[in-house]
């Protein structure tokens, strides 16, 4: 069977709050971990109908991008999605050095991997990061991220 023919085209309404065209996956371990989230830095808000999200890094991560630099290795994005005021789950991107390579050129975003987890911390067993990394990827040309331009405008209290 051909790669094209095994996605079947399954409507779903899937991360961030986006309806798009997703393919039937298995679980799928990645190389990002769960971050301590007491340590990170809540930049900025975004939220949409029912859904609240915090959205974090390091404040090494924030003081780079100000400073035109890249991300450094072993950075943590989290995006906690809030639903009723219960965090639903965590999106979480990683960043270390080589890790791209794990993934082949069409994939790759960069050195960072994906991750999702659930509130009691295991991965969600139905996601296929590859779907984080294709949408993502069209933010190749900062970091990776959507939300680069309000790690620029984030002032440190
Ligand atoms: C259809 C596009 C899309 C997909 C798929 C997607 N994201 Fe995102 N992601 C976004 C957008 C847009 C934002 C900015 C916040 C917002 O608007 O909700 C974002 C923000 C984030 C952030 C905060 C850092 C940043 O980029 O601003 C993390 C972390 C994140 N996503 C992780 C993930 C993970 C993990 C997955 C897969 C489980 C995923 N995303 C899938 C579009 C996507």
Redesign the pocket.
Known sequence: MTRARSRLPILAA?????V?VGWQVDAEPTKATMPDIGKLVHYTT?T?GEVT?H?MTTREAIEAVKAGKPVPNGTH???IDYREGKVFRY???EKGAGWGEDYDKNRRTGDWQ???FKPDGTINAA?N?A??Q???SS?ADRE?????NDIRRFEFE
């Not at 899937?14 to 986006?18: E, H, K, L, Q, S």
């Not at 990776?144 to 680069?148: E, I, R």
């Open positions: 899937m991360a961030c709050g986006v798009m975004v949409r999200e959205i994005f989290a995006l999106f979480i991107m994906f991750q999702w996601e990061t779907r984080c294709s949408c993502h933010r990776f991220l959507y939300t680069f």
